[in-house]
């Protein structure tokens, strides 16, 4: 196998492991059909748009990233890789609230 090769089946086994948190996150924070359920609630509470707040989210993980890798500091609670993997889902859960604005932006202007 060439180091391609595992690098491409190490990333499919850490996106899979990615969709699995999300799923069981989604048990915890969406208590309804709409995945996007805790960002627009919390986008109310804030003034603020549901996309935003999944940036800020992300930039309290890049944050949190930079310390660690910039500082080259050992986590002492959360994995780097744990960082990562949030990284990922909050890139996924804005794209698809933007997907669900830029639909609902259709829908309106039909």
């Given amino acids: 196998m060439s ?9 499919e086994a850490f996106f899979s492991l990615c969709l699995e948190i999300m799923k069981n996150k989604n048990n915890d924070y969406a208590d309804t059909d709409d995945v996007f359920y805790n960002f627009k609630e919390t986008a109310k509470i804030a003034g603020i748009k549901p996309s935003q ?17 910039g500082k080259d500091k050992e986590p002492l609670n959360e994995a780097l890789s744990d960082t990562l993997l949030d ?3 909050y890139t996924l859960l ?3 609230i933007l997907n669900e604005q830029k639909t609902e932006n259709v829908t309106k202007s039909n």
């Fill in 94 to 96: 804005l794209r698809g």
């Fill in 53 to 69: 707040v999944v940036l800020v989210q992300l930039g309290n993980k890049l944050a949190r990233l930079n310390q660690l890798i």
């Fill in 87 to 89: 990284i990922i889902n």
């Fill in 3 to 11: 180091k391609f090769d595992s690098y491409l089946k190490d990333s």
